[in-house]
């Protein structure tokens, strides 16, 4: 069965239902079985996926957003603004909460919920004042011991003139280099694209979890594509050779946890994927709470030195 004769089957058992409210029919019998092997077709068609399909999946409108998990995982949330050097950034948004007691601070890229508001949050994609800001609120963290926590959901930094001129590249690396150095724990998770240096500069943490059916990526499929073959419609192709999905990163040793999701995708059920990050949250938190600040740093350092291979050749 495939997707299409899925759609037909739940939208059968939704007429169903209203039958039965209509005419107080008693099918709940009928209806949990079909509802059963809906979520078994489900569950079969999302294990059998190839990474298109996922990269699809992880671009889709209706996926949560870093503000939509904000609010089912923390409390208290306060979202804080500007980079103090130019402006604010609706691309990124970040902020101060608690996590079951504990104060937290938050970073994430934020999509839009429709149309007009994407164009507002230009799709996720930072300019450099986003990053200034990401970075101004982190120093802020590790100067009062708070862990940092980042969602990661991004295309790329924005890719406009204007950005260069006030400083993209800078903005990104400083980033890079000033999360490497703070002495808080830093748990970035994955949540739909994690493209290019737009979505390194909120990685470089302590631990790295991708939710299914995410890709993280030195370039998108289609950039790649365009590279490697003249030809931005060779995506697919392209995200096949690249190893970017969850799968593939954890087994090359980028990433340390693939959270699952539930039957359907991550947007069918916001509040119990909320659950299965904080899970994954709690725990990494409680094994970090153990470390003193020297020891996270250099628990970071070599989590990044050991990841990619090298040969080495004796030469004549």
């Known amino acids: 069965m495939n997707s299409q004769e899925l759609k037909k089957l739940e939208n ?3 007429e169903l239902r209203e039958m039965s409210l209509k ?3 008693d099918l709940m019998e009928v209806l949990n079985n079909l509802e059963q092997k809906a979520n078994e077709i489900k569950s079969h068609l999302h294990e059998n996926m190839d990474i298109w399909d996922k990269i699809k999946l992880s671009r889709i409108q209706q996926r949560p957003t870093t503000l939509d998990f ?3 995982i923390f409390e208290d949330f306060i979202e804080l603004h500007g980079d103090r050097l130019y402006g604010d950034d609706p691309a990124l948004v970040s902020g101060i909460a608690t996590f079951e007691g504990v104060p937290i601070t938050i970073i994430g890229n934020q999509k839009g919920k429709n149309t007009k508001d994407n164009i507002y949050r230009r799709f996720g994609m930072s300019q450099p004042e986003g990053y200034r800001k990401a970075l101004r609120i982190m120093q802020q963290a590790n100067k009062f011991n708070r862990p940092i926590v980042t969602f990661i959901n991004t295309p790329g930094a924005f890719p406009g003139r204007e950005a260069e001129e006030r ?3 800078e903005a990104i690396a400083r980033n890079l280099r000033e999360m490497a150095s703070f002495g808080v724990p830093i748990i970035c998770i994955v949540i739909g694209e994690g493209g290019s240096g737009g979505a390194l500069a909120l990685g470089i943490g302590n631990r790295i979890f991708m939710l299914e059916n995410t890709f993280y990526s030195v370039i998108s499929p289609e950039g790649a594509a365009a590279l490697l073959w003249k030809d931005a419609t060779q995506a697919k192709r ?3 050779v690249l190893k970017i ?6 087994e090359l040793g980028v990433i340390d946890e693939i959270i699952k999701k539930p039957v359907g995708g991550a947007h069918i059920d ?3 994927q909320s659950q299965y990050i904080k ?3 709690r725990k990494a938190l409680q094994e970090l709470g153990s470390l003193d600040n020297g020891m996270i740093r250099q628990q970071r350092f070599d989590k990044f030195r050991k990841i990619g291979v090298y040969m080495e050749e004796k030469l004549d």
């Open 238 to 240: 392209a995200a096949e």
């Open 12 to 14: 059968h058992i939704v």
């Open 23 to 25: 005419h107080e029919l």
């Open 270 to 272: 916001l509040p119990l």
């Open 167 to 169: 400083g993209q590249s």
């Open 245 to 250: 999905s969850a799968k593939d990163l954890l």
């Open 70 to 72: 904000i609010h089912h």
């Open 279 to 281: 899970a994954s949250l």
